[in-house]
C-alpha cells in the first residue's frame, strides 16, 4: 500500500527550484538520484497493463527507478538479496557488530566518501579477522557480512557499519570452533586496533594527496594541521559496540530485511509535507523508554539536503562479505563448515528450484491472478479502453 506522503513527493514538488538555486554544486551521482526519485512509478518510466483472469479488473502498473537510494524500490531488492543469503547461514548463533567513526573523521569522510567509506570497511573487517584469529581470543577465521549506514536517525551524516558474524570460525588445524553463547570478542580491544588501522590508512590517504577538504577545513590539506585535527580522535575510545546474539537464523534473515537495504529514510516515517516544511519521525538515541521516538520538522531545502548527503558515490558497494562469506571463498568455506558442524549441505540448486513468487499482488476484486496483457514505452499512456459495442444499423 503506497504511504500517504512520500519522499517522491517531497522531490517532485521541490526538487526542481532546489536544482536551481544550487546549480553548480550538486554532483552528477546526485542530479541522478533526484531524477530517479521523482519519476518512479511514473509514466515517465513506461508500464504495463494487467487484468484480472477471472473477472476483467484491469489497472496500469508502472515502472520502477531501481535505483539504490529509492525508498519504494528496495522492497523487492531485499528479497532478492535475502534469497541468496538464507543458503549461507549456519545453524551457529550470529552477533551484531558496530563500528563508528568519531566526529573529527565523519567530518573529513564529508567530502571524501568513496576514499573514507572504502578505508572503514577495510579497517573494521581486518580489525575483526585479526582479533578472531588471535589465539588469546577465538584463534579462527570467521565469516562477516558488513553493511554501510551513514546516517543517524535524523538523516545527519554518521558513518558507520554494521556486520553480522557467526559465533564462531574455522581453526588453522581444520577444526570448527564456537565462540561462548552471549561473548564474542572483547570490544575495547576492537576498538583499539580499529583506531590504529583507520587512522594510519587515512594518514597514507593524505600522504597520497587523495584527500580534498573545503571551506573551514581547507587548512587540513597541511600534513601538521591534519594531524593536529587527528589529535583528539587519536586519544579517545572509539566505539565498537557488540550487541546479544540473535536468537537463531530466522533473527538474523529479520534483521538482514530491515538494514541491508535501507535508505536514509523510508517513506512510513513521514508524517506530513506542506510544499515548504516536512515532519517526520525519528529516534532520538539520548534518551530511553516512549521518549526515544521524537518528532522533526525540516525545511524542505534543509530535508532535500541531507537526504542527498548520503548519495554513495557511482559504483561504491555497500554490502560486503569477508573470511569465511568471501565471494572468492564462499562455497567451500561453507561446505567445510557445514561437514565440521554435522549439518546437510545446502542444495545447489535451491536458488534455480525454489518457486520465485508472483510479484504482481492479487486483484483488488476478486483475488484473482492478473496478467499483463499490454506494455507501454517511457513516456507514453497506456491505451484507452475499447468504445462500447455498436448497435445494429450505428456506425461504429
Known sequence: MRAI???????????????????????????????????????????????????????????????????????AAARTWLEQREADLLPVGYFHVVFTLPAEIADIAFHNKAQVYDRLFKAASETMLTIAADPKHLGARIGITAVLHSWGSAMTHHPHIHMIVPGGGITPDGGWISSRPAFLLPVRVLGALFRRLFLTRLL???????????????????????????????????????????????????????YTHRVAISNNRLIAFDGTAVTFRYKDYRRTGADRQQVMTLAVDEFIRRFLVHVLPRGFHRIRHYGLLASSARKDCLAQARSLLEVAPAPEDAAVTQETADPRPPCPC??????????????????????????PGERP
Open 5 to 75: 506522503i512520500e519522499v517522491a513527493d517531497v522531490f517532485r514538488s521541490a526538487g526542481p527550484a532546489y536544482r536551481l538555486a544550487h546549480a553548480g554544486h550538486l554532483s552528477l551521482d546526485q542530479l541522478k538520484v533526484m531524477s530517479a526519485i521523482e519519476t518512479c512509478r511514473t509514466a515517465a518510466l513506461g508500464g504495463h497493463v494487467e487484468a484480472c483472469t477471472d473477472c476483467g479488473h484491469q489497472r496500469i502498473a508502472y515502472n520502477s527507478c531501481r535505483n539504490r537510494h529509492c525508498p519504494r524500490c528496495q522492497g
Open 204 to 258: 597514507e590517504l593524505h600522504d597520497a594527496g587523495r584527500l580534498t577538504f573545503y571551506g573551514k577545513m581547507a587548512e587540513l590539506s597541511d600534513r601538521r594541521a591534519f594531524q593536529r585535527h587527528l589529535a583528539p580522535a587519536r586519544k579517545k575510545r572509539w566505539v565498537v559496540y557488540a550487541k546479544p546474539p540473535f536468537a537463531g537464523p530466522e533473527a538474523v534473515l529479520a534483521y538482514l530485511s530491515r
Open 366 to 391: 476478486c483475488g484473482g491472478t492478473m496478467v499483463i496483457i499490454e506494455t507501454f514505452a517511457r513516456g507514453c499512456r497506456p491505451r484507452a479502453p475499447p468504445a462500447a459495442t455498436a448497435k
